[in-house]
């Protein structure tokens, strides 16, 4: 599996967490690598994504503002800064990448997936 979370964890609203997004065998020059979460019994929904091929960058409005996508191509990371933590943030947060494509990627254009981090948020 290229693609490996870690990050996640329990926290109080108002804390931040720093999501990471370990790939494996690929370039991130050539990906798009995007965050999804899915908090149970509700759709899962992309959040951010960034590409290495044309350096755009995608936010959900529901997180524009709280959240920050970035890249390390040193530790070769896709990282998601994720601050003032609310309840409603609680889901698994998943990574995926697309070979070769902007930020705005189709759901079914991702070719690898992560197998997920848990955030938790609750008082």
């Known amino acids: 599996v290229p693609l490996v979370e870690s990050g996640g964890g329990l926290v109080q609203p108002g804390e931040s967490l720093r999501l990471s997004c370990a790939v494996a065998?690929?370039?991130?020059?050539?990906?798009?690598v995007g965050w999804f979460r899915q908090a149970p019994g509700k759709e899962r929904e992309e959040v951010s994504c960034?590409?290495?091929?044309?350096?755009?960058?995608f936010y959900a409005d529901s997180v524009k503002g709280r959240f920050t996508i970035s890249s390390d191509s040193d530790k070769n990371t896709v990282n998601l800064q994720i601050n003032n933590l609310k309840p409603e943030d609680t889901a698994t947060y998943y990574c995926?990448?697309?070979?070769?494509?902007?930020?705005?990627?189709?759901?079914?254009?991702?070719?690898?997936w992560g197998q997920g981090t848990q955030v938790t948020v609750s008082s």
């Open positions: 960034i590409s290495g091929v044309d350096g755009s960058i």
């Open positions: 995926a990448a697309a070979y070769g494509l902007g930020s705005r990627v189709l759901v079914d254009e991702y070719e690898y």
């Open positions: 065998g690929l370039t991130l020059d050539d990906y798009a």
